[in-house]
């Protein structure tokens, strides 16, 4: 079974520049994730999407991220003008919902942002 | 007071001693709890779940869960240099089960 999938891997930008992040999730996963883990902290939600719709983004900085999951698979996050603090690893996560392990979510590798 | 806390370490452990990692939660309604590991530069791998009080042993790794006391604990038996890493506990929140992270435990087995 192919995990979540995630890229870019690194990305590097100056402030106020914009930029977009992309997650496949694994296959059949109604519920997608995306977790900001700035270094040394916990990774923090976002963003959270069932099927396509948003169940939650009261953590969201909706001034400048915002992030979609057309057809309830694919999902992108962009931060459009991106600041010093944004530098951060961009984590997506993808849950299955039923059975035994749904509560299980599954991290892709991440993206790793760099703000200049 | 944070939902989740650890402490953030580092803690150091010789080889084939037992680590013992702790986090509390403030939700006395939380029903499940899981322990994420996290090498430098990579992304949580979930280790252990645990969701009834007590012990929950898988290999090396045993989980301990104290509802009343509010307490999860991970019990890493004869720890391995390759166990050196961030430990993350988790607690899910609300309907979708967002995940709650503690900061990280950071763990070093030496030689």
């Known amino acids: 079974e192919a995990g979540v999938a995630q890229s870019p891997r690194y990305k590097i930008i100056e402030k106020r520049q914009s930029v977009a992040f992309w997650c496949n999730p694994i296959s059949g996963h109604a519920t997608l994730y995306w977790y900001q883990q700035i270094l040394g902290q916990g990774p923090k939600l976002l963003i959270q999407f069932q099927n396509n719709g948003v169940v939650d983004d009261s953590q969201l900085p909706k001034d400048r991220f915002s992030a979609e999951r057309l057809k309830g698979v694919d999902s992108t996050l962009k931060i459009q003008p991106a600041k010093l603090e944004d530098s951060a690893v961009y984590l997506c996560?993808?849950?299955?919902?039923?059975?035994?392990?749904?509560?299980?979510?599954?991290f892709g590798a991440g993206t790793r942002l760099s703000v200049l | 007071q944070k939902e989740v806390e650890q402490n953030s370490g580092p803690l150091s452990v010789p080889e084939g001693a037992i680590a013992s990692l702790n986090c509390t939660y403030s939700d006395r309604g939380s029903q499940s709890f899981f322990w994420y590991r996290q090498y430098s530069g990579k992304s949580p791998e979930l280790i252990m779940s645990i969701y009834s009080n007590g012990d929950k042993e898988d290999g090396r790794f045993t989980a301990q869960l104290n509802k009343a006391s509010q307490y999860v604990s991970l019990l890493i038996r004869d720890s391995q240099p390759s166990d050196s890493a961030t430990y993350l506990c988790?607690?899910?929140?609300?309907?979708?089960?967002?995940?709650?992270f503690g900061a990280g435990t950071r763990l070093a087995v030496h030689p």
């Open positions: 988790a607690v899910p929140r609300g309907g979708y089960n967002k995940l709650i």
């Open positions: 996560a993808s849950r299955l919902l039923a059975g035994v392990d749904g509560n299980i979510q599954y």
